[in-house]
């Protein structure tokens, strides 16, 4: 995600989630891999055990199965059961029911012919030629040391481990592949605008300055109407222009914070805008405390009000109404717009997302209330119903 | 009360000590080979304790050289056994009473 901070673009939830559900999937399988491999890995190192000890076993067998076949033929003269210290034994009839037994680990697979039981003694078993004593399984056990499968733990463990830190790794690369035409096509349109908003510079300025200018109170009303439409238009390309400047240069703008004065700011924006709401009949109600000062760059908290105000005017009704209240803590935009749905609402931040394509502008807007109020830890709460208008309130710490 | 319980169990414990003493060892006493041995011969032979059964109830039922465990000499000295004239209840019981007296369950040490 560092690549894409240097590169200035910010992915959507959804493409995050995407990445991360990919990223988890890629290294679930990873695990799963490297899980089968530690099983056969085991298995070969436990089979290879065995097979060492089964040279050893199979003496042990011969000599009990000698002993056990005397002690058959002369059973009517003793009865006592072949022991020996360097093994334990178990004698089992063809109905599997135990004979007698010298075995510590008492449970017993005889299906199997050699194997580790889970309190490490090594069970080997055979069957003898003749059921001596009507025995037909015989089973030898010996004890194993448990250092071999602590060796075999650490070493998987430290070899999991370094295999699965690469796969990270890898995994990492491959993400970063996986997400380079995204990349390029975000980075492509981020510098399409930056060129273009580099070029409009020049003429927005003169626009707007040389309108400025113009002594309107000299004349005549139907030029005063021409010149007004002008200067909305011209407030519209210099709101955009400004836009897309702090979109595109936001992270290296350095912020100078001050206590601002928000009353004044406020009303100096609702001046700015009231020639775009007068187009649109739209009435200012102003609930605005006086001396409500804020600690914060006053071009981000005017480019943040703008926006609000921008969007308010846009989505509202002919004849409609914004209350704007400015409270201790709080700033409230309401409008008499159309409003908006849930789902619109859970998309409200994501850059070039428009919602009504019948107003102009690029969706970045409400992009960039995000990342000022993320800068200052403002939080944005919006609420909104279809047809009576949506809320904005802007709230900040005391 | 108690003398009479003891007494009639003494005497179902010889009644039916009595099928495998009379029909059976009575015979095997005539011959020189005790009849342990033909017990560990099955049980070389058959292991399990159902199997021996099985085994001894089948040949006593009907002996043949097919069926019997003792070797061809034996045989060719003694030759086969008649059938038994026990029926299969009274047959049973004296096979029960022969495995609980050689079996090796519990007698080894």
Redesign the interface.
């Known amino acids: 995600m560092l690549a894409l901070k240097n590169w200035d673009i910010d992915l959507i939830r959804s493409e995050k989630r995407t990445l991360l559900g990919f990223f988890s999937l890629y290294m679930i399988l990873c695990l799963i891999i490297l899980c089968f491999f530690t099983f056969i890995y085991y298995s070969f190192q436990k089979d290879l055990l065995l097979q060492e000890k089964r040279v050893e076993l199979q003496n042990y067998t011969s000599d009990f199965t000698l002993r056990l076949k005397d002690l058959h033929i002369n059973f009517d003269k003793y009865k006592y059961y072949p022991r020996d210290e360097r093994y334990n034994s178990a004698i089992f009839d063809s109905d599997k029911k135990e004979i007698f037994s010298t075995l510590k680990s008492k449970n017993v697979d005889l299906k199997k012919v050699i194997y580790l039981t889970q309190d490490d003694k090594i069970h080997f078993i055979t069957q003898p030629e003749s059921y001596y004593l009507g025995t037909k399984y015989v089973v030898i056990e010996i004890s194993q040391n448990r250092n071999w499968i602590e060796e075999l733990f650490d070493f998987l463990f430290y070899f999991n481990g370094s295999i699965f830190i690469i796969m990270l790794i890898i995994g990492y690369f491959l993400l970063n592949i996986l997400i380079k035409p995204m990349k390029d096509a975000l980075y492509l349109l981020d510098r399409f605008i930056k060129d273009t908003t580099h070029e409009l510079n020049t003429p927005v300025s003169t626009i707007v300055s040389n309108i400025e200018m113009i002594d309107k109170d000299n004349l005549d009303e139907k030029l005063k109407k021409k010149i007004t439409r002008i200067d909305i238009g011209a407030k519209t390309i210099s709101n955009i222009y400004d836009d897309l400047t702090y979109l595109t240069l936001n992270n290296k703008i350095v912020s100078q914070n001050k206590n601002f004065d928000l009353s004044y700011i406020l009303k100096q924006r609702l001046e700015y805008f009231k020639t775009l709401a007068n187009v649109k009949k739209i009435v200012f109600i102003k609930e605005i405390q006086e001396n409500i000062f804020i600690y914060i760059d006053e071009k981000k908290i005017s480019k943040l009000i703008d926006n609000l105000l921008s969007n308010a005017i846009k989505y509202n009704k002919i004849a409609g109404f914004i209350k704007i209240t400015l409270k201790k803590n709080s700033l409230i935009i309401e409008d008499s717009g159309k409003g908006m749905t849930k789902e619109e609402l859970e998309n409200l931040f994501i850059r070039y997302r428009r919602f009504d394509k019948s107003v102009g502008g690029f969706g970045i807007g409400l992009n960039i209330v995000s990342m000022i109020a993320k800068e200052y830890n403002l939080e944005v709460v919006f609420s909104s119903e279809i047809n009576k208008g949506t809320k904005v309130e802007v709230k900040w710490q005391k | 009360m108690a003398k009479i319980i003891i007494v009639i169990l003494l005497t179902l414990c010889f009644s039916k000590a009595d099928i495998y003493e009379q029909n059976c060892v009575t015979c095997h006493q005539q011959i020189p080979v005790s009849i ?1 041995k033909f017990f ?1 011969r099955y ?10 059964k099985v085994a001894l109830f089948d040949y006593l039922k009907e002996p043949s050289k097919d069926k019997t465990v003792m070797p061809e000499a034996f045989i060719l000295r003694f030759d086969i056994k008649k059938a038994s004239t026990l029926n299969d209840k009274e047959l049973k019981e004296a096979i029960d009473i022969y495995w609980d007296k050689y079996q ?2 519990g ?3």
Do not use: C, G, N, T
């Open positions: 342990d560990y049980l070389l032979k058959y292991s399990s304790q159902r199997a021996v090796v369950f007698k080894l040490k």
